[in-house]
């Protein structure tokens, strides 16, 4: 009997005693048409001892389970799933029946590594964008500089042009001083040369 459950999968109970748990499976069983899950169906197993090195006693471990009490957890929606079949490129492989994703590891691999090369593809991408933009943000930095080059030059230069102008105006304004100051020393000294002349 063809089984669409696999070692490996992940599967949830549906009925008997263990309904609702989770586990992996790690035995299939096709001519019984039964699966072993871990943590499921845990049974006490008598055990003797076969040696002087053998210890005996009671162990527990996982019975199968009939297949039909289990379904396959689809690992990309997380939800108990029936599987379906869908073949591309000619290879068929089992799907999710809600979404439509694989189910096999083999697919699923093959997915991820496409889905990994996609966002290499597009950090690249990414990164040829910020290079670009960087290239352009120094040029737009020297354009910057040389403005601001050009605008201390000219307030170098107004600062100049200002200090030279206060420059000038303070020797007009003190040759102005001086040539009043003249004509005031001439007053007073023929003054006092005509006080010294009616004095005598």
């Avoid at 162990?59 to 929606?77: D, G, H, T, Y």
């Amino acid at each position: 009997m063809k089984m669409t459950i696999k070692s490996g999968d992940s599967v949830v109970v549906i009925a008997g005693k263990d309904k609702g748990k989770t586990g992996k499976v790690t035995a299939v069983y096709a001519e019984e048409n039964k699966v072993l899950v871990e943590n499921v169906n845990i049974v006490s197993k008598h055990q003797k001892p076969r040696s002087q090195q053998d210890k005996g006693g009671i162990f527990k471990r996982p019975a199968p389970i009939e297949a039909s009490n289990v379904m396959v957890v689809c690992p990309v929606c997380s939800k108990a799933t029936r599987v379906g079949h869908k073949e591309v490129d000619g290879k068929k492989f089992r799907a999710c029946k809600k979404c439509g994703a694989s189910l096999d590891k083999e697919f699923v691999k093959a997915t991820k590594k496409e889905a990994k090369k996609t966002i290499k593809a597009s950090e690249l991408k990414g990164a040829s964008l910020k290079a670009a933009s960087s290239e352009e943000k120094p040029a737009k930095k020297t354009a910057k500089t040389s403005e601001a080059k050009q605008t201390t030059k000219k307030s170098t230069t107004t600062k100049t042009a200002t200090t030279k102008t206060t420059a000038k105006t303070t020797k007009t304004a003190t040759a102005s001083e001086k040539t009043a100051a003249k004509p005031a020393a001439k007053k007073t000294t023929k003054k006092s040369t005509a006080e010294a002349k009616e004095t005598k």
